[in-house]
């Protein structure tokens, strides 16, 4: 498996009127693709809005140039273990009283911060790695946000009536084969994309996203994800998203 690389956090700072807010915790969040990267800027970029605070500062992790279309989550995982100073460049585990010095993220707490990693259950065979992926995360405090099928579960849970739909139908996800899901749809799109574009105009799969379109409803989205799995082990085979507690936690 090619290794991926995640860029330096870029520097930022929130400022009140008299002073620079100084901040009580970061999330660093690392996620498969362009959509989800957009997604959590936004949240980065409307916190008062989103009602979290000033000093909960969040970090969206990119991948390096070149690198943007590796996106397995055993990636992903390696990636923040190498960032955070835990395996050196060969995978192989570096002595706990090592890791600070060892840590590429300068302002990282390991007490206090969060590390997220932010995937889909549906990625292609994904159950040969997820024991090991749950498995590694738990031994270096980082937290599994999975989506099952997809993030565009989550996207859809932004709009009205979740439950309208078929659980079993979003579950499975299918293609639009013949047109058997939807008449005017391409044959080469999914369920769930499909009804995402329906409710949030210009929405392409892969592409980041016009975050002002879903940025009124996320408190919706947080509320309708708890009619569903909410729980990562979980999500390994029920239907549901753990992107709302995500958001939660960031308000806490």
């Known amino acids: ?79 923040c273990l190498f960032q955070m100073g835990r395996i050196d460049l060969e995978g192989n585990q570096i002595p706990e009283d090592k890791w600070k010095e060892n840590c590429k993220w300068n302002d990282f707490d390991m007490y206090i911060d969060k590390v997220c990693i932010i995937f889909d259950r549906d990625y292609r065979k994904l159950e040969e790695s997820l024991d090991t992926i749950f498995d590694l995360c738990s031994q270096h405090g980082i937290s599994v946000i999975m989506s099952n099928p997809n993030f565009e579960l989550w996207l859809l849970m932004h709009f009205p009536n979740i439950k309208q739909y078929s659980s079993e139908m979003l579950l499975e996800n299918k293609k639009n084969l013949r047109h058997q899901l939807f008449q005017d749809a391409s044959i080469k799109k999914k369920y769930l994309e499909i009804l995402v574009s329906q409710n949030a105009d210009g929405y392409s799969k892969g592409s980041r996203i016009r975050f002002e379109r879903f940025l009124p409803l996320v408190d919706n989205a947080v509320e309708q994800a708890k009619l569903y799995s909410e729980d990562s082990r979980d999500l390994i085979n029920e239907l549901g998203t753990s992107v709302g507690k995500l958001i939660e936690s960031m308000r806490s």
């Open 1 to 79: 498996m090619e290794r991926l690389n995640l860029r330096t956090p870029k520097p930022y700072h929130f400022e009140s009127e008299s002073e620079t807010i100084e901040p009580r915790i970061r999330f660093y969040c690392v996620s498969e693709g362009a959509t989800e990267e957009s997604y959590f800027y936004g949240i980065r970029n409307n916190k008062i809005e989103l009602h979290i605070k000033n000093d909960v500062f969040i970090e969206v992790i990119e991948k390096q140039e070149g690198q943007e279309t590796l996106s397995h989550p055993m990636q992903l995982v390696k990636a």
